[in-house]
């Protein structure tokens, strides 16, 4: 048996590998990907172009699901309904001598649900639809680690944001009040 000397653990720290991420490397934001990258600008948030457009589309998933969430698109889905109705009113009517029932519509199921909804996690890339109460609650991810992951992002976004405020004040002061180098 060869004894385990220091040179057996090179192998371990091959040049190259994935093993240890640039200083500046960040984590793809999109969940399921989370790959370590270089970022090309300071507020990029995802790995790649691939990566890109995957929260593009989450977004569109999400904001449609908001929408007709909101009062604004349950107004008009109740304004559809009620179309729909005074169609088959007025079909009903031109039929009568048919003696087609009328009693019948309408019956739709009740939405008395309305205590409960779903909803779906707030961090790009995840399709994860949990239960709350009501449209008021507060909980925002399906999971802590989608919760800190947008988080991370998030703070790192408001530091950079900071940093340059920063040094955009500081920029306009030394044109206003030019150091003395007389
Ligand atoms: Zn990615
Ligand atoms: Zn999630």
Not at 154 to 182: F, M, V
Request: proline residues 6%; glycine residues 4%.
């Amino acid at each position: 048996m060869v004894p385990l000397g220091p040179d057996s653990f090179h192998h371990v720290y091959l040049p190259g590998q994935e093993a240890q991420p640039a200083r500046r490397a960040r984590r793809c934001l999109l969940k399921d990907c989370e790959r370590w990258y270089e970022p090309a600008r300071p507020q990029s948030r995802y790995c790649s172009g691939n990566c890109a457009a995957a929260a593009r589309r989450w977004r569109q998933v999400k904001a449609s699901r908001a929408y007709r969430a909101s009062d604004n698109g349950r107004k008009r889905r109740r304004e559809q309904n009620r179309r729909y109705r005074r169609r088959r009113r007025e079909r009903a009517a031109t039929s009568a001598s048919a003696d087609v029932p009328v009693s019948c519509e309408g019956q739709r199921p009740a939405s008395g649900d309305e205590n409960f909804v779903g909803r779906m996690c707030d961090r790009p890339g995840c399709y994860t639809v949990f239960v709350v109460k009501n449209e008021h609650a507060c909980q925002r991810f399906c999971s802590v680690a989608c919760r800190l992951a947008l988080r991370r992002v998030l703070d790192r976004e408001a530091r950079y944001q900071q940093r340059r405020r920063r040094w955009r004040r500081e920029r306009w002061t030394r044109r206003r009040h030019p150091p003395n180098t007389s």
